[in-house]
């Protein structure tokens, strides 16, 4: 853990150019040398879709990374710490949304599937994954890609992925690997640390000869992000033991994952995954966690004290403090919402508020059209509804005043603030986070100076959290709508808390290649 913990402070170029740890281990004679030089795949495939959302990620919405290029990914560069070179595919991420249009994926995926069949043959593969990809017409698109990776590598090479807390696994997913790590923080401060667990089981496991497996429990609940954040209680010492369980004889690793509540699919679940080589100590620990989380369900919770947008609304602008920091959870592009919804601005031009920030708005043809008048300039505008025109109506705007412009050589990558009717708003040509200070900073914003300022996000970002006072979020309808219990929940099967007086007790399920090393 030092060592990950060290890495993550070390700038990139500092680190590229050290020594590995492999290697001064080896040299010291602490390990053995490989047998030849294995050689290791890495890609993958990452989103985080609402099924709830009407909107599509096509191929133009998506990063795509092939050949040498997959390197320049910030979470690729662990993989230089090894002197064992990893081989790259194609790996493919788009930003939390809607799911992902079939041909689409059926493209990358061909594609990945050809760069894989090159590189054969391979002793292991490393798949930056995410846990929470939906595509049209299939249930469970991890399960897919995992399945027509082992068809191209054969049975005997080892399959390692990565996932997020909020990602949702399958009895497919777990059959076809042999090992997976999740991250253990929400905020997600932890992606170079899983990065090495991940790759750090897979080449441990080819120097030593170990074949591992999985055993996973499938936990009936499904929570939002925002109430099993891991700064909190209960999140905090659920998550806060589970390096421990590293240290046990056969375990390789230990994760839980909240899951996606926002997919309503079969998988959708929480869930403890092990790693090792241990079945009856694997099995031990995930009936033992898996239980744990269970029992403690009913104790999660949101941090900030919550209500409509009226009630948030009417709240922070009696509020003697400032900035009163709402969030419109709704419609957050951070977990999956579609970032245009205007529902929050005709809330605020119908209160008449005034000094406030409202960060966010995805809106192409406004944006376009700020371009194109020029900072300065005067120009009516139609916000919002462009992503979605069904779930919401756009706001009119008679006379807008742009007083920012992003320099940009594309414009989908336009960003642009406007002020109007005592509303200083952001708007972006594609959907993009607002929810650090730095966000905002960097185009000439300064939250801080505001009364009141809302953001399409969910739990703050630490930056943003320090500055509330006080935060308030504000349960907005959207595509990651937090009152849950309203959504549509056709195709899960049964799970807390639609199902309020649920029984249940863990099953721990053995991989079937763990059965069959």
Known sequence: MRRRLILKMIPAGVL??????AGAARAAGLVPAFRG????????????????????ARMEDLTV??????????????????ETPFLPTLTASAPSGGPVERQTYETLKADYLERLKKLLPLDGVYLMMHGALSVEGMDDAEGDWY????AVVGPDCLISAYYDLHGNLSRRAVDTLDAMTAYRTAPHVDRVENVMRATDMLTHCLRYGLRPGIVWASIPALLPGEQSSTEWEPGRRLWADLSEYNRLPGILDVSQLVGYVWADEPRAAASVVTTGTNIEEQTRIVTELAARYWDARHDFHFDSPTGTIEECLSRAMVSVTHPVVISDSGDNPGGGGNSDQTFFLQ???????????????????????CYRAGVGATLPLSIGATLDPLMCRPVHVKKAVVKHLTPVTRPEDGEAVIEFAGITATLSARRRLYHSTESFRDIGVDPAQFKIVVL???????????????????????????DILHIGNHRRRPTWPWVADLNWTPEPYVSARFRRG
């Open 16 to 21: 590229a150019g050290l020594p590995t740890f």
């Open 37 to 56: 030089t294995p050689r290791i795949a890495v890609g993958g495939i990452a989103s985080e879709c609402s099924t709830y959302s009407r909107i599509r």
């Open 65 to 82: 990374l092939r050949g040498q290029d997959v390197f320049k990914a910030p979470l690729s560069l662990p993989l230089q710490r090894y």
């Open 147 to 150: 399945e027509a990776t082992r």
């Open 347 to 369: 809330a605020l031009l119908k209160a008449g508020t005034k000094n406030v920030l409202l960060g966010g708005m995805t809106d192409r043809p406004a944006t376009d059209a």
């Open 456 to 482: 399409k996000c969910g739990y703050l970002h630490p930056t943003m959290k320090v500055l509330a006072n006080p935060a308030l979020m504000a349960l907005s309808p959207g595509a990651i709508n937090q």
